[in-house]
């Protein structure tokens, strides 16, 4: 049961991509449907140290991919698996730099359909997916939980999660006070030797993370935005999401995409910012019985449906609706 449950419908391929020198290990799945060549989707990861495979947690979202005559592209991160490197070193414009590589060797592909060359970025990649767009064309974007601002988002998770864990005010005030000093630290250019002297050590940063943090905390996606205009694009968000302020994401979304009349937004009302059921959250047995039984019900319901159905339409020269 647990075998047949965790077979996905791909071919996996590693491979390794050439960019200024560096290398990129990825994996290419490509669809079991005898066609020669296949649509492609580039994977952009979120925050940390995530592999090409993110562990097996793409496993299920390849399947539909490869369902709909799409190849997902997917590498480790650098420094993570077989890429050298070190994530931590990265800008947003770095990560960008990145995949538009990934995306040229690709193309270069025989088995590759240059016209229908498409992103899928979660969380963090928000801020890297319009860039990738401004730099290399792309048939259609797929973001999952994407933040606008940094700061704002940093924020809003901070209150949230102080709210779910029903954080005393005392406790809420002397937090967001925290948060005010650290950013008052990065808009002083602050070493992480002079961020630790003055906040002591928190949530375990480090001086790689700090440093990560300074390179990006000015992030802001909405003018970056206008590069996705009349590309099909599918937003989808979590209704249970305490990492991002959906709200924002979607009202954003909307004022620079909606006019163009190429966006879809897909919200999953019991889904937690990873986009799976927040029923599993809290209960690493849950998670376990789920993964090894039923990986593909992890995701929130409807979810893997939409994106086949986001793809398929793709496929028939049909651009989705918004919603």
Do not use: C
Request: aromatic share 8%; net charge neutral; no cysteine.
């Amino acid at each position: 049961m647990i075998l047949w449950q965790n077979t996905f419908d791909v071919d996996e391929h590693r491979v390794t991509i050439r960019q200024d020198g560096r290398t990129l290990s990825g994996v290419l799945s490509t669809p079991r449907d005898g066609r020669a060549r296949h649509g492609l989707v580039v994977f952009v990861h979120g925050d940390g140290p995530i592999d090409a495979t993110h562990e097996g947690g793409y496993d299920p979202m390849w399947e539909a991919y490869t369902r709909s005559g799409y190849a997902p592209l997917p590498w480790d991160k650098p420094g993570v698996g077989d890429t050298p490197g070190d994530w931590l070193g990265q800008s947003m414009d770095d990560r960008a730099d990145e995949a538009v590589a990934a995306i040229a060797w690709a193309r270069s592909r025989p088995e590759v359909d240059t016209a229908r060359v498409g992103l899928w970025g979660a969380s963090q990649a928000g801020w890297v997916l319009p860039k990738i767009a401004a730099r290399t064309p792309v048939a259609f974007v797929i973001a999952l939980s994407p933040a606008i601002n940094w700061l704002r988002q940093g924020r809003f998770n901070l209150l949230a999660e102080l709210h779910a864990e029903n954080a005393s005010p005392a406790r809420v005030q002397r937090e967001t006070a925290g948060s005010d000093t650290t950013r008052r630290l990065l808009e002083q250019r602050a070493t992480f030797e002079q961020y630790v002297r003055i906040l002591g050590d928190q949530d375990g940063m480090t001086a790689g993370r700090w440093g990560f943090i300074a390179r990006n905390y000015t992030a802001d996606t909405t003018a970056d935005l206008r590069a996705l205009r009349g590309i099909p694009v599918m937003l989808a968000l979590a209704g249970r999401d305490i990492n991002v302020d959906t709200t924002d994401t979607e009202s954003v979304y909307r004022a620079v995409l909606a006019p163009t009349g190429q966006l879809a937004v897909r919200r999953y009302t019991d889904a937690n910012h990873s986009l799976a059921k927040r029923s599993l959250e809290g209960s690493e047995l849950k998670i376990t019985f789920t993964a090894l039984f039923a990986p593909r019900s992890l995701f929130a319901d409807g979810f893997l449906d939409d994106q086949r159905r986001f793809l398929r339409d793709l496929r028939g020269n049909a651009a989705p609706q918004g919603s």
